[in-house]
């Protein structure tokens, strides 16, 4: 007979049984009885599928060991269970127990990792991996990536709805492309996983897609990629897509996305191809003394979509609509491809170029990372029935299977930045004879042809002539092989004749090492020179001969000399000068006493006393004024505007500090705000020569600096005589 529970005990509340209390070692074992099981429960799971509990950089240390701040939710793991929100009287972060049983590894060193290979420098016939034997599949790898595995089944789907006699399948992937520029974005990708019947991962590992099918995209006109070989696509038609390799790799500014186009064939090429070897094969049949080499096809038939000659190919430019510049087996995206050249003209190397996009893609993923953390807290904050396959970290940038971040080496981008500049060359050596070249630097390195050019040890060249326009740019460059003139002669005629062709205005101003000894050079090579040269040589006044040194004797007596004391007087002429003079230069001199001892030692400067102004008025004559401001405590309105006057060039030797010091006797304060030798307007003739190579030192006298450019010699011998109200004729 069986005992059985008395009828209505379960809703009779008298009828319970009282619970016994549980003593501290009961419940101590039974709670160590319900974490063994769930540690055996977690490690049945892991075993059953691999789980990754890398950390990532950017998680700082209080979550490594698995504790939760108040800003940041606590290391999600497999291994973990949060308690009850309500166990410690709030809504605060969920609490981790068994931290004991948390496995946590720090996240390993990220480096470049998409290098060079030895294939990828060589010239290939084409950028079809099939024709090439040791090719290595992407379907090779002994298990594919999140990103690769969506790759691929978007690709066989593109296969499916590209046949022209599929008429009842869903087109859902071609809609999708027509709606969004032919671009799947990572967005989207858990719609179409779903769609592909793939498993869903997390969407931080899902990135875009591109899609290059031309013909199919524009169906205006005929969008056929061209062939590499006749540069027509009146023979073309498709070949299907690669099975081993669905897309290939571009690398992105923050992270990577995929590109995926179709083989074509062109059967005209491909006829011709088939005759030529057919021709070989009998020329060489039966003759096993000769061993024909392997080369290059002339008649590549079969090329992908993508191929660069054909690019260019696309009528209305639709080639540019191409994302990316691609090498052997990889890519990088134009945006990426456009920074370089600015950068590394700017002296930036590819190897910190590299590092850039390292940052700034682990950054991407650092924080992929941590809004992945937050999602799981999200979910587990109001779930005590999580489940455990959903609680993963992302892992490691370069895990290989789950997000494999990618990034180029500094050898990779140089590769590409030369092989992309080797594509426009021609471009580039048209587009440079457009630029204009009112000025030309010259100059001769030796050591590029002592270093480059060689033959049995010897140097090939003497040196490497390269001119420079006003800009910088790179107008003129040749190679010679002695120093002598004749052989640059040629050259600049050449270099005058492309530039008469073009429409282009000559040359007015050569700058070079040795100014004397290449003038009469340049002046037969260029008429443009020369007629400026002639110009220049009209300006001079006339003069004769120094006695002593031979040089032109520069003879005052040619200037208008106008002598002004008072402040209205000052401002007249002024006023007067603004009004006739030919162009936005003057010449500025000042000149004031020099305090001596009882010795003749000078012990300081006296207070300003003159100041001089030259211009050319519209009759081309020098007008000189002489400013008596010995008497003055504040400058005059006009004078004070004018040397304030941003545009108007002051052109003399040392004559910032004639300024300086004009601003600081008279206290005019913008002069005074900033230094007179940073100015733009400001011109010293000192230093404007050593620049221009025609001095060595920029501390040179002006005599000096007259007689070596204009040939003149001056008499400075007053500048250090006693300045007063009433000048002397010699002063003067």
């Given at each position: 007979?069986?005992?059985?529970?008395?009828?209505?005990?379960?809703?009779?509340?008298?009828?319970?049984?009282?619970?016994?209390?549980?003593?501290?070692?009961?419940?101590?074992?039974?709670?160590?009885?319900?974490?063994?099981?769930?540690?055996?429960?977690?490690?049945?799971?892991?075993?059953?599928?691999?789980?990754?509990?890398?950390?990532?950089?950017?998680?700082?240390?209080?979550?490594?060991?698995?504790?939760?701040?108040?800003?940041?939710?606590?290391?999600?793991?497999?291994?973990?269970?949060?308690?009850?929100?309500?166990?410690?009287?709030?809504?605060?972060?969920?609490?981790?127990?068994?931290?004991?049983?948390?496995?946590?590894?720090?996240?390993?060193?990220?480096?470049?990792?998409?290098?060079?290979?030895?294939?990828?420098?060589?010239?290939?016939?084409?950028?079809?991996?099939?024709?090439?034997?040791?090719?290595?599949?992407?379907?090779?790898?002994?298990?594919?990536?999140?990103?690769?595995?969506?790759?691929?089944?978007?690709?066989?789907?593109?296969?499916?709805?590209?046949?022209?006699?599929?008429?009842?399948?869903?087109?859902?992937?071609?809609?999708?492309?027509?709606?969004?520029?032919?671009?799947?974005?990572?967005?989207?990708?858990?719609?179409?996983?779903?769609?592909?019947?793939?498993?869903?991962?997390?969407?931080?590992?899902?990135?875009?897609?591109?899609?290059?099918?031309?013909?199919?995209?524009?169906?205006?006109?005929?969008?056929?990629?061209?062939?590499?070989?006749?540069?027509?696509?009146?023979?073309?038609?498709?070949?299907?897509?690669?099975?081993?390799?669905?897309?290939?790799?571009?690398?992105?500014?923050?992270?990577?996305?995929?590109?995926?186009?179709?083989?074509?064939?062109?059967?005209?090429?491909?006829?011709?191809?088939?005759?030529?070897?057919?021709?070989?094969?009998?020329?060489?049949?039966?003759?096993?003394?000769?061993?024909?080499?392997?080369?290059?096809?002339?008649?590549?038939?079969?090329?992908?979509?993508?191929?660069?000659?054909?690019?260019?190919l696309f009528p209305f430019g639709r080639g540019e609509e191409f994302p990316a510049i691609l090498t052997w087996k990889a890519g990088v995206d134009k945006t990426v491809n456009a920074m370089m050249r600015p950068?590394?003209?700017?002296?930036?190397?590819p190897e910190s170029f590299s590092n850039t996009l390292l940052e700034l893609h682990t950054a991407k993923f650092a924080k992929l990372s941590v809004r992945h953390e937050y999602e799981i807290k999200a979910k587990?904050?109001?779930?005590?029935?999580?489940?455990?396959?959903?609680?993963?970290?992302?892992?490691?940038?370069?895990?290989?299977?789950?997000?494999?971040?990618?990034?180029?080496?500094?050898?990779?981008?140089?590769?590409?930045?030369?092989?992309?500049?080797?594509?426009?060359?021609?471009?580039?050596?048209?587009?440079?004879?457009?630029?204009?070249?009112?000025?030309?630097?010259?100059?001769?390195?030796?050591?590029?042809?002592?270093?480059?050019?060689?033959?049995?040890?010897?140097?090939?060249?003497?040196?490497?002539?390269?001119?420079?326009?006003?800009?910088?740019?790179?107008?003129?460059?040749?190679?010679?092989?002695?120093?002598?003139?004749?052989?640059?002669?040629?050259?600049?005629?050449?270099?005058?004749?492309?530039?008469?062709?073009?429409?282009?205005?000559?040359?007015?101003?050569?700058?070079?090492?040795?100014?004397?000894?290449?003038?009469?050079?340049?002046?037969?090579?260029?008429?443009?020179?020369?007629?400026?040269?002639?110009?220049?040589?009209?300006?001079?006044?006339?003069?004769?001969?120094?006695?002593?040194?031979?040089?032109?004797?520069?003879?005052?007596?040619?200037?208008?000399?106008?002598?002004?004391?008072?402040?209205?007087?000052?401002?007249?002429?002024?006023?007067?000068?603004?009004?006739?003079?030919?162009?936005?230069?003057?010449?500025?001199?000042?000149?004031?006493?020099?305090?001596?001892?009882?010795?003749?030692?000078?012990?300081?400067?006296?207070?300003?006393?003159?100041?001089?102004?030259?211009?050319?008025?519209?009759?081309?004559?020098?007008?000189?004024?002489?400013?008596?401001?010995?008497?003055?405590?504040?400058?005059?309105?006009?004078?004070?505007?004018?040397?304030?006057?941003?545009?108007?060039?002051?052109?003399?030797?040392?004559?910032?500090?004639?300024?300086?010091?004009?601003?600081?006797?008279?206290?005019?304060?913008?002069?005074?705000?900033?230094?007179?030798?940073?100015?733009?307007?400001?011109?010293?003739?000192?230093?404007?020569?050593?620049?221009?190579?025609?001095?060595?030192?920029?501390?040179?006298?002006?005599?000096?600096?007259?007689?070596?450019?204009?040939?003149?010699?001056?008499?400075?011998?007053?500048?250090?005589?006693?300045?007063?109200?009433?000048?002397?004729?010699?002063?003067?």
């Open positions: 007979m069986t005992r059985g529970r008395p009828k209505g005990r379960k809703d009779n509340p008298s009828n319970k049984r009282p619970k016994r209390a549980e003593s501290e070692s009961q419940k101590r074992a039974r709670l160590q009885k319900m974490s063994a099981t769930r540690k055996k429960n977690n490690a049945d799971n892991l075993a059953a599928k691999p789980s990754s509990a890398n950390a990532v950089s950017m998680i700082c240390d209080d979550r490594l060991n698995n504790q939760a701040t108040p800003n940041q939710p606590a290391l999600s793991n497999t291994n973990t269970k949060p308690k009850d929100s309500t166990a410690d009287g709030g809504d605060g972060d969920p609490a981790v127990i068994d931290s004991e049983a948390v496995e946590v590894r720090p996240a390993s060193n990220v480096t470049a990792n998409l290098d060079v290979e030895d294939d990828d420098d060589i010239p290939h016939s084409c950028d079809d991996y099939e024709e090439d034997e040791h090719a290595k599949s992407t379907t090779d790898v002994e298990e594919l990536s999140v990103q690769q595995q969506y790759v691929k089944a978007i690709q066989l789907r593109l296969r499916e709805e590209v046949k022209q006699n599929t008429k009842t399948t869903d087109l859902y992937l071609l809609n999708h492309l027509k709606k969004n520029n032919w671009w799947i974005r990572k967005e989207h990708a858990h719609y179409f996983v779903k769609k592909l019947g793939l498993k869903k991962e997390y969407a931080a590992f899902y990135r875009d897609v591109y899609i290059w099918l031309p013909d199919i995209r524009w169906t205006d006109v005929n969008c056929k990629p061209c062939c590499p070989t006749c540069k027509s696509n009146d023979n073309v038609g498709s070949n299907g897509f690669h099975d081993k390799h669905p897309g290939r790799l571009v690398v992105g500014l923050e992270e990577n996305y995929n590109v995926i186009t179709r083989r074509y064939c062109c059967y005209q090429c491909k006829a011709k191809s088939k005759e030529v070897k057919s021709v070989v094969d009998q020329a060489f049949e039966g003759n096993d003394d000769v061993t024909v080499e392997k080369t290059v096809d002339k008649y590549q038939h079969n090329f992908m979509g993508w191929n660069k000659t054909a690019l260019p950068l590394f003209d700017k002296g930036l190397k587990r904050k109001d779930r005590l029935d999580f489940v455990t396959d959903n609680m993963e970290p992302l892992g490691d940038f370069a895990d290989k299977t789950r997000y494999a971040g990618s990034v180029p080496t500094g050898r990779y981008l140089m590769l590409v930045y030369v092989s992309f500049h080797a594509s426009i060359r021609p471009y580039l050596e048209r587009e440079v004879k457009k630029r204009d070249m009112d000025v030309l630097m010259v100059d001769v390195s030796y050591k590029e042809a002592k270093s480059l050019y060689q033959y049995h040890g010897k140097s090939v060249f003497r040196g490497l002539v390269t001119g420079l326009n006003q800009y910088g740019e790179v107008r003129l460059q040749f190679h010679i092989y002695t120093d002598s003139h004749e052989q640059m002669l040629s050259a600049l005629e050449a270099f005058e004749k492309t530039r008469l062709l073009l429409g282009f205005g000559g040359v007015s101003h050569i700058i070079g090492d040795n100014p004397k000894k290449e003038a009469s050079l340049y002046m037969s090579a260029m008429p443009s020179v020369r007629e400026q040269q002639a110009k220049y040589d009209s300006l001079k006044l006339p003069a004769v001969r120094d006695p002593l040194t031979g040089a032109k004797y520069y003879d005052p007596k040619n200037l208008l000399i106008k002598v002004a004391h008072g402040t209205a007087e000052m401002n007249r002429c002024v006023i007067a000068m603004r009004q006739e003079m030919k162009g936005k230069a003057i010449g500025l001199d000042a000149e004031w006493n020099r305090n001596l001892n009882s010795l003749g030692h000078q012990t300081g400067n006296s207070k300003l006393k003159w100041i001089q102004i030259a211009y050319r008025n519209e009759s081309n004559a020098l007008q000189v004024l002489l400013f008596w401001v010995g008497d003055l405590k504040a400058l005059p309105s006009n004078l004070r505007s004018l040397f304030c006057d941003s545009s108007i060039q002051f052109v003399g030797n040392k004559v910032s500090g004639d300024l300086k010091k004009i601003g600081r006797d008279f206290k005019v304060e913008p002069m005074n705000a900033e230094q007179q030798k940073l100015r733009k307007n400001v011109i010293n003739l000192g230093m404007h020569a050593r620049v221009r190579g025609v001095i060595n030192n920029a501390n040179v006298s002006l005599d000096k600096l007259a007689q070596l450019t204009l040939e003149l010699s001056l008499d400075k011998s007053l500048q250090t005589s006693t300045w007063t109200k009433t000048l002397t004729n010699d002063q003067k």
